[in-house]
């Protein structure tokens, strides 16, 4: 069937140069007349394939074109994204990643005459430990004296929410949520403690962006006359300000420790382990989301069976740590964002379709919930079929469960705080809850422990 392009796509209507559309070979890109001279130069110059070589911009092919549209200059046909985290749902060192990946690619366009035209960090994905530009339409022709016209973007989309996780602690990214086109600048500038006016980057791109706002230094959106060398100096500059904030500011952790501090007994993790490997053989799932991750464990044992792994995880520290190890060990097939289950993000942007929601970009054929069902049914006050149909929302095929009863210590624990109105956090209950939406194939009780897990199938 030909296509005519009208179809509304609410994730792509910004760009008057290119198109996106889903269609039954995945996600394509369709070209226009108009982006003809920058296509054609992004491609035959050198830039696509050095950029794609160095694992900075998705690759793509080209296809026969399917529409009918006379404007269609090219479709493409790009790498398939498994699954797309959103930048509130990113820890600080995967915003580091990002920004640091988006200055890289314009510095390395600056070398053939070009730059990008957009500097939003949603035109970013993580794979494989790296942040890659999906957006191959962003790229336009620069030459000495044009403007930055994407600075301002740059500023308030990218480089502010940056500043505010480093000093004020990563948390802050959330707050992109209710700001999708970037975050203003007399707002960030107030929020940002005193010392933070000794960071040149942040003197310059920050506070004196926000006391100057709307004067002719800069003008709305974008820097005026630089040359290519000016230009350059300055992407260099952020980009040595940015490698130097290794860290954000953070709370005390509890959780980074877990496995060698908290875990029940070395038996026990040895026990689930084996018995989750053997079930995951045995269900073979392509896809697995581990809610409550932590640094990754079962994260790293889905890997080897399933095709694509979304680690989820509230703690922004444990994140960091699995996004390392996703890093040094080159995986390809997991990806892991900063979430809490008792308030998932919706879907967002224009007719809240433009970024769609956690639980449906979540969806999976294998969902893991392991110790984690006491930390949310008493810890967030949900019920066990509130988290059943969480779930069940997010499976559409298996669900290993991990009950831990009110006996166990770190239930008690968490109880010792609080008044226990919890009288329906039993077993009876949980089998009650999950039968809603799911058949039971297995289970297993730890040895020497109250602990049982469940194998699910759903219904």
């Avoid at 749902?89 to 070009?114: D, V």
């Avoid at 040895?270 to 640094?295: F, R």
């Amino acid at each position: 069937m030909r296509k005519n392009l009208i179809e509304p796509q609410y994730f792509s209507f910004k760009d008057p140069d290119a198109y996106v559309l889903k269609t039954e070979k995945g996600f394509t890109r369709y070209i226009f007349l108009s982006y003809k001279k920058q296509y054609d130069h992004l491609i035959n110059s050198g830039l696509y394939h050095e950029l794609v070589n160095e694992q900075l911009l998705i690759a793509h092919e080209e296809i026969p074109s399917d529409s009918d549209d006379t404007k269609v200059y090219k479709q493409l046909l790009p790498e398939q994204i498994q699954f797309q985290s959103y930048p509130f749902e990113w820890s600080f060192t995967q915003w580091r990643k990002a920004i640091l990946a988006f200055l890289k690619i314009n510095q390395i366009a600056l070398k053939y005459g070009m730059i990008l035209k957009d500097a939003t960090p949603y035109n970013f994905y993580l794979k494989g430990g790296k942040a890659i530009l999906f957006d191959t339409s962003s790229f336009i022709f620069f030459n000495d004296n044009d403007s930055w016209l994407a600075y301002r973007q740059f500023c308030e989309g990218f480089f502010a929410p940056l500043a505010l996780m480093k000093y004020n602690g990563a948390s802050w990214a959330k707050l992109y949520m209710s700001s999708l086109r970037g975050l203003p600048m007399k707002f960030v500038s107030h929020q940002l403690p005193n010392k933070s006016w000794l960071n040149i980057s942040c003197l310059v791109h920050i506070h004196l962006h926000a006391k100057h706002e709307g004067k002719k230094a800069i003008e709305g959106h974008k820097i005026k006359g630089l040359t290519i060398k000016q230009l350059d100096q300055l992407l260099q500059m952020l980009t040595d300000s940015v490698k130097s904030w290794k860290t954000a500011f953070t709370f005390p952790d509890k959780w980074i420790n877990y496995y060698e501090n908290d875990i029940e007994s070395p038996e026990y993790l040895k026990d689930k382990q084996e018995i989750v490997a053997q079930w995951l053989v045995k269900t073979k799932p392509k896809s697995v989301i581990d809610l409550g991750a932590n640094t990754g464990l079962f994260s790293m044992i889905s890997s080897d069976i399933a095709v694509n792994v979304i680690a989820l995880e509230f703690d922004e520290t444990c994140v960091d740590k699995i996004e390392s190890q996703i890093q040094k060990k080159k995986l390809q097939n997991i990806t892991t964002l900063v979430s809490d289950l008792s308030e998932t993000s919706p879907g967002l942007g224009m007719l809240n379709k433009e970024y769609t929601s956690l639980l449906e970009r979540g969806k999976s054929e294998m969902v893991l919930g392991l110790a984690l069902i006491h930390h949310l049914c008493i810890g967030k006050n949900l019920s066990l079929n509130h988290v059943a149909e969480l779930f069940s929302n997010l499976s559409t095929k298996y669900a290993i469960v991990e009950f831990i009863p009110k006996e166990d210590e770190k239930v008690k624990l968490l109880l010792s705080s609080r008044k226990d109105i919890f009288s329906n956090y039993h077993l009876d209950e949980l089998l009650k809850s999950y039968s809603r939406y799911f058949g039971l194939v297995d289970e297993f009780k730890i040895e020497n422990s109250d602990r049982v897990l469940f194998l699910w199938k759903k219904i």
